[in-house]
Structures are given as C-alpha cells and as structure tokens.
C-alpha cells in the first residue's frame, strides 16, 4: 500500500495491491479530503471513500461518507478528544465516533456499535 498525504490541498491518497490464492489480485483505491469549517481547523467537513477491485476491475465493497469531524485538543491535561458524525453512502446510514486518546466508541442508527482500545 502506497499513501500520499498533501498537505497544502488536505487530502490523501492511498493506493494498494493485494495478492491471495483464493481471489488472485485486488486492487485497493482509497481518498479523503477535508475542507475547514473554521479557520482554526478543529472543526473540518470531510468526505472519503474506499473501493476494491478485483483482477476484472469488478467493483466490490465500496465504501464512502460525508462527516463533520470536531478536534478538541488538551480537552483536560494530556487528553485529546475527537467527535465525527458522518453519514454512509452506500450503507445509506448515519454514524456517530467519540474518540479519547487511546479509545473510540462507534456507533450507527441501524444498532451497531463497538468499543475499541488501541495499543
């Protein structure tokens, strides 16, 4: 996977091939870009999206969304938080992400939900 971030423009790039004996070669085609809401760019509008070809360019599990994200920087001593609420394209369903430092809480209006740690 190649990844390109141009800051000048806020976008990213990610490019990728994958190879597995069962489905052969796939290629991944990933982008995001962010346009500032604010001029202090805590608070950005973003819109991404995720694509899977196979090796006959057949489409498979895309993936897209439109969301507001919201950075709160030093939110207590040593404590970032981050707040997205987006909606997804093509799963036609809203999603809500509160992440703290090292945890992250998902969830979507159709029940879903997790909580992730990272390490």
């Given amino acids: 996977m190649m990844r390109h971030y141009f800051p000048e423009v806020s976008t990213g790039l990610a490019v990728g091939l994958h190879y597995d004996k069962r489905q052969k070669l796939r290629c991944l085609l990933r982008g995001k870009k962010e346009f500032p809401v604010r001029t202090d760019k805590h608070v950005t509008f973003n819109i991404k999206g995720r694509c899977d070809l196979d090796q006959d360019l057949n489409q498979k599990n895309p993936k ?10 030093n939110f207590k001593e040593d404590q970032d938080v981050r707040i997205k609420v987006g909606y997804e394209m093509f799963g036609k369903v809203p999603y809500l992400q509160i992440r703290e430092n090292n945890w992250t809480l998902n969830a979507n209006m159709k029940g879903k939900w997790n909580l992730r740690y990272d390490l």
Avoid: K, L, V
């Avoid at 897209?64 to 709160?72: D, K, L, R, V, Y």
């Fill in 64 to 73: 897209g969304a439109a969301e507001f994200a919201w950075n709160i920087m």
